[in-house]
């Protein structure tokens, strides 16, 4: 089975800052790693995706996230916070075959002014 | 992208009623559209996969006799809620993935509905 971590249910930075959001995943098999953005009362949307091609994945908004297979980690980052960037963000990870998501808890960014 | 609708956003009903929740892909073609509730301040949670023609496939701990989904196209899934009571007021999200595409980027990813508001009183 196959499972996410995300470490800091919150993370609070100033508008500009580097924002970094940290998921490590377990799975037996290479994974697919998603990060999805949920703004309060909508559904998700999809940031960027990671399916075996290339490491380093860049998104939308800005957004980009690195897989390292010998850390588990898929963190995502963005070099420059904005205050449109506040929002509850998902970690996720599925096996190829299934296309089941696994969720992380979310992490809640603020961005002060 | 690949657009998912939901229908209704909201509802509110009373006790013991049954509710349906309608899951569109409106401009691809679904593979499989699957179930999500999610608490408030929590995380998503699978509830069911559906496939076009074929029953669904049921978490564990999820009653199927009370969730239930048809599938009855590739751009629509439903979802029955059976004699709604207060504990399953929730926020229902759907997602679906995308049968073939040429644009790789589509393909393997689930894009989600923007979820349907339950409160039963």
């Known amino acids: 089975a196959q499972s996410v971590t995300q470490l800091g249910s919150h993370v609070s930075v100033s508008e500009g800052a580097l924002v970094l959001l940290r998921c490590n995943y377990s799975s037996s098999v290479p994974p697919y790693l998603f990060w999805y953005v949920q703004y309060p009362n909508q559904g998700l949307q999809l940031l960027l995706k990671y399916t075996s091609a290339a490491t380093l994945v860049k998104g939308i908004n800005g957004f980009e996230a690195e897989f390292k297979k010998s850390e588990t980690s898929f963190h995502l980052t963005k070099p420059s916070a904005h205050m449109r960037d506040a929002a509850e963000y998902f970690c996720?990870?599925?096996?190829?075959?299934?296309?089941?998501?696994?969720f992380g808890a979310g992490t809640t960014v603020t961005v002060r002014a | 992208g690949a657009v998912v609708s939901q229908h209704p956003s909201w509802v509110i009903c009373k006790s013991g009623t049954s509710v349906k929740i309608e899951c569109r892909s409106l401009d691809f073609q679904a593979t499989t559209m699957f179930w999500y509730r999610q608490f408030p301040k929590q995380s998503l949670m699978l509830m069911a996969t559906?496939?076009?023609?074929?029953?669904?496939?049921?978490e564990q701990g999820v009653e199927k006799d009370k969730f239930l989904i048809n599938h009855a196209s590739l751009t629509l899934s439903t979802l029955t809620v059976t004699s709604a009571h207060p504990e399953d007021s929730s926020f229902y999200i759907c997602?679906?993935?995308?049968?073939?595409?040429?644009?790789?980027?589509?393909?393997?990813?689930?894009?989600f509905g923007p979820g349907t508001r339950l409160t039963v009183l």
């Open positions: 997602s679906a993935r995308v049968r073939t595409s040429g644009r790789a980027e589509l393909t393997d990813t689930q894009y």
């Open positions: 996720a990870v599925s096996l190829s075959n299934d296309y089941k998501l696994s």
């Open positions: 559906s496939n076009e023609g074929s029953k669904a496939t049921y």
